[in-house]
């Protein structure tokens, strides 16, 4: 559904954007992260036609942005950071303007209905987007973006401004809208992206450094066995009990979080499984063990490790698939300018 080959983006001497390639298929809700600077914004204006490519190509839907601006756009839907509100207008008379715009040829009304539905704005629908919360005018850029049907759907921050319970409305939407269109969510919250979004695209100084599910990201970049447990008895004869286990590189005690338990944090040299020598060392102490997980790597641990270490990104990818990205070292580069900061 969307298609960018080595789009690069120049400012003068300044590359904001150096040779990314990825695709985005029909129905995937993609999560696109990278720090301040990194190069986020200008390739989601790239995509949606606001700014040119200095080289590249970006296809939607087999269009292309800029042979074919009008039939590219046509099958866009975009939300940026901050939503282009006419404030002395009504929400319904906005969303008219807008279906005027984008000429939708269905019943405006039914339209607009279902979008409004969609997005839980009808009870404000006739009220000034100036009188409307920061959250609810949030919600009016989000319906600006679905009008038409587009097949992909832009969104840049999508939740900024919104209290908890709204933002798990709009993630419950943005699920749902997955279901029908190409879903492209950049968001610096990344516990959303996490909650949201199906694969992870991250790009740092203008190149893309990861590509893959949050899941195989973190087995892939983690290369350590770390457990963490909670025992019941004492601190002393459960460190003795863990340590005399082969294969345990270290031991770091937790500290008590319930009445007459130990947390512990266990590592395993690479390679070894010490799950059932941890269960039958503690049995053996008669120490229950209460808890037992793996520690994995969140997506803020991810996020880290590849802006901040990108070289170890080299060895852990030999391998990836045609339409992905080749993963390599990333040099340090200027910041960009201040238009792109996401």
Known sequence: MVEIKNL?????????????SFTVRKGEILGFLGPNGAGKST?????????????GEVKIDGYDILDNPIEAKK?????????PLYMDMTVREYLSFVCELKGVTEDHNEHMAKIMDTVKLTDVADRLISNLSKGYKQRVGLAQAMVGNPEVLILDEPTVGLDPKQIIEIRDVIKKLGKEHTVILSSHILQEVNA?????????NGRLV?????ENLGKSLSNENKFQLRILGDERSALDALESIPGIK????????????IDFVVESEPNVDVRAAIFMSLAEHNLPMLSFYAMDLSLEDIFLEVTQNPAIVDSVYDNVAEDEVEFVNVEEKPEEEEGDEA
Request: hydrophobic letters at 35%.
């Open 8 to 20: 690069t983006k120049r400012y003068g001497s300044k590359l904001a954007v150096d040779n990314i």
């Open 250 to 261: 270290y031991v770091k005690s937790l500290g008590r979080k319930e009445a007459g338990t």
């Open 75 to 83: 099958r866009i839907g975009y939300l940026p950071e901050h939503p």
């Open 43 to 55: 390739t989601m204006n790239i995509l949606t036609g606001y700014l040119s490519c200095t080289s």
């Open 210 to 214: 990861a590509s893959d599910t949050a």
């Open 196 to 204: 949201v979004c199906e694969r992870v695209i991250i790009i740092n």
